[in-house]
Structure formats: C-alpha cells, structure tokens
C-alpha cells in the first residue's frame, strides 16, 4: 500500500501565504526514482512536487502539534479579551453587563438548529466535522486516525460546512 512508503501533503492548504509553484510535498524514505517506479501514475497527478526526507516529515509535524498545543492553552488560558497593556489588570464582575434574555434564546435557537442540521449529515461527515472543529484536529490527524487520504478528509469538511450554511 503506498501510503505505508509516503505522504503527501497539500502546500497551498497547509501553508496560508504559499506562493511556490510546487502545490505538493511527498514526505519518503524513497529516492525520486524508487518512488517513481513504484507510483507514477499516482505521483502524475501530484505534479510539480517536492520530496522532504522522513526527518523533514517529522519537523513538520512536532511543528504543527506544538502549534495546536499553543493555540488550545491560549484559548484555555487566555484573557477574554487578551488585553495585555495593563489597563485591565483587575477583573471587576460588577461592571460585567448580563445578556439580554432574548439574546439567550437565540444563541440557543441557534445551537439547536445546528445541533439538528449536524444530526441530519451523514455520520462519517458529522463525525469530521466534530474531531476539525470542535476537537481542533486537523485533517491529516482525522485521515491518519480513519486510514483514509486526507484529501478525502478535506473534502467531506468542505462539503459539510457548506451544507450547513446552506441549511443554516
């Protein structure tokens, strides 16, 4: 099975900002040649690409755990409105406005309809869509964990997302 020798990952997604004409990385321990006589029919249409050693794979990836750590212990830690200039330095709970109750019902009405619209996809997207935003996991984790091309993983959000705008 291919996905045992390499991986592929998508530059232009995985790299807001990407301007290199190469859309594709393959992460191998193959030589161009080795992975050339194995799969050119599928490497054919990853074209033009670049080839990054297992290590370079393995920086990418603790690169993009650690930045997800980061990004959950912010939102974790984080001040509600991250105002580090010391103007604030001193909650102060009698000065905080409640909402207003029909605001309240309409955050839930709200949460209802999508709680319904997420029950009424097709559970491998439901599924997807939970583990991407909710657990904030990214597609090649979901694809690793399901055994599936992140590709796939990518699209089934895609499609999901916009059918919930489209039913939202």
């Given at each position: 099975m291919f996905t045992n020798d390499y991986r592929i990952i998508n530059l232009k997604y995985e790299y807001e900002g990407y301007t290199?004409?190469?859309?594709?990385a393959i992460i191998t321990s193959l030589s161009e040649k080795e992975l050339l006589e194995k799969y050119a029919d599928i490497l054919e249409s990853h074209s033009p690409y670049i080839l990054l050693t297992i290590e370079q794979g393995n920086a990418?990836?603790?690169?993009?755990?650690?930045?997800?750590?980061?990004?959950?212990?912010?939102?974790?830690?984080?001040?509600?409105f991250d105002i580090t200039d010391g103007e604030f330095e001193v909650h102060h709970p009698e000065l905080a406005v409640c909402e207003d109750i029909v605001e309240q019902i309409d955050k839930q009405d709200k949460v209802k309809r999508l709680r319904d619209i997420l029950n009424s996809l097709p559970e491998v997207q439901k599924r997807r869509l939970i583990k991407h935003f909710f657990y904030n996991k990214s597609s090649r984790e979901i694809a690793k964990?399901?055994?599936?091309?992140?590709?796939?993983v990518d699209k089934s959000i895609v499609l999901g997302v916009e059918k919930i705008k489209k039913l939202f």
């Open positions: 290199g004409s190469e859309k594709w990418i990836d603790e690169y993009q755990r650690n930045e997800a750590k980061h990004r959950m212990r912010s939102l974790r830690c984080g001040h509600a964990e399901e055994g599936v091309y992140y590709s796939a």
